[in-house]
């Protein structure tokens, strides 16, 4: 399964089918769990920890030195869950000293191509990252997060759980759970109601979350005034919970 003209170092460490194509490059301190496929001109650096049956597309580039110029050579890694598809010129850096020296990607992610997750981020399951979205470093991308073609986020900001951002947004600040987003620089446009009736939510929980969403954008109150509010919601409707804890934790702020 892995072809003549690949290159494995000795070093690295590969499971049970795994097929690399020709040209392929593993490293040392690379291991590739059951199942995997990596394509024709893959370069995979160390240290990597890739989970079961990923799929890695020709010209991606794995686990390479983060693009920070505090970077020092220290030791940092990167880790892959498993169903994952990292389609063509995907580049994923490992960590930094200074942000953890762990860059993250969870369970059934779908990359499309030319998207970039750069040092530290800490990506979840389930997101979908159209052509050429990219994360700076730092980044969290939580769970069902769907990035529009071209979209770039900066820095440390946070993107909540079921959010959806459009084509081309320029994401400088926090995108609250739930949340669809547009523009440069991103403004909220409602709720993600498509997606979160597709994952299954009631028509019970999405009003709660429209209601939420109304209190921190629509009701004039003060955040904090607002996230009190959406308290006193979550007994009924335990939903709202990621919004209290999302909001309640300090970040960039969120869009507005």
């Known amino acids: 399964m892995i072809h003549p003209q690949a290159i494995i ?12 194509g020709p040209f392929s490059i593993i490293g040392p301190e690379v291991e590739i769990g059951e199942g995997c496929w990596i394509g024709p001109h893959v370069v995979i650096k160390g240290p990597t920890r890739i989970g079961r049956s990923n ?13 920070d110029l505090k970077f020092q050579g220290e030791r940092s890694t990167l880790e892959i869950g498993d169903h994952n598809a990292f389609r063509e010129y995907c580049t994923v ?8 020296g762990v860059t993250r990607i969870g369970h059934h992610n779908f990359f499309m191509a030319n998207v970039h997750v750069a040092h530290d981020c800490q990506v979840g399951s389930h997101t979908i990252f159209a052509n ?10 939580d769970d069902y997060a769907i ?16 959010c ?15 949340t669809m987003v547009a523009g440069n ?22 009003t709660a979350i429209k209601r939420a969403y109304k209190l921190v954008y629509k009701s004039g109150l003060r955040l904090e005034d607002a996230i009190a509010e959406i308290k ?10 990621r919004l209290v804890e999302f909001l309640g934790h300090e970040g960039r702020g969120i869009v507005r």
């Open 93 to 100: 850096s490992r960590g930094t000293d200074g942000g953890g």
């Open 185 to 206: 620089t991103a403004r909220p446009y409602g709720i993600n109601i498509t997606g979160l009736k597709r994952r299954g939510f009631t028509p019970e929980a999405v």
């Open 132 to 141: 050429v979205a990219s994360l700076a470093g730092h980044v969290t991308v």
């Open 147 to 162: 990035l529009g073609g071209f979209t770039g986020v900066h820095q440390f900001c946070r993107i909540g759980a079921h």
């Open 164 to 178: 959806m951002t459009a084509g081309g947004s320029v994401v400088i600040q926090d995108i609250p759970p739930y």
């Open 9 to 20: 170092d000795r070093g690295a460490r590969l499971g049970p089918g795994v097929e690399i």
């Open 232 to 241: 006193r919601m979550h007994a009924a409707h335990p939903e709202v919970g």
């Open 55 to 67: 799929r890695i597309y020709q010209f991606c580039s794995i686990g390479e030195d983060p693009q």
